[in-house]
Nanobody, 122 residues
Framework: QVHLVEFGGGSVQAGGSLRLSCRAS????????LGWFRQAPGEEREFVAA????????YYADSVKGRVTISRDNAKNTGYLQIYSLKPEDTAIYYC???????????????WGQGTQVAVSS
């Protein structure tokens, strides 16, 4: 079993930045592809970004490309999502998730965290 915990969310003004973290325990961190999703109020959960097991491959949703950087530190069992130039439409609960294969936008991930709230004010 894998346990994922996100942190780093908060309330920021538009134009600001945040770094979200996802800490894993229970299994070998580097065995999994790491993905980030978000869900805004009243909306469906959407894919944000994903990174391969070794960190050599990344994939971003068009809606965030250029404003988001996904990374991971396998030695620290932690993944990151840096979001720049935050917009009010980035307001959502952000979730990290693990999967074993490289199919980043497919929401059928094996393990999910509980989410961290990001609120962006204009």
């Amino acid at each position: 079993q894998v346990h994922l915990v996100e942190f780093g969310g908060g309330s920021v003004q538009a134009g600001g930045s945040l770094r979200l973290s996802c800490r894993a325990s229970g299994r070998t961190f580097s065995d999994y592809v790491l993905g980030w999703f978000r869900q805004a109020p009243g909306e469906e959960r959407e894919f944000v970004a994903a990174i391969s097991r070794t960190g050599t491959s990344t994939y971003y949703a068009d809606s965030v490309k250029g404003r988001v950087t996904i990374s991971r530190d396998n030695a620290k069992n932690t993944g990151y999502l840096q979001i720049y130039s935050l917009k009010p439409e980035d307001t959502a609960i952000y979730y990290c998730a693990f999967r074993t294969d490289w199919d980043p936008t497919n929401s059928n991930y094996n393990y999910w965290g509980q989410g961290t709230q990001v609120a962006v004010s204009s």
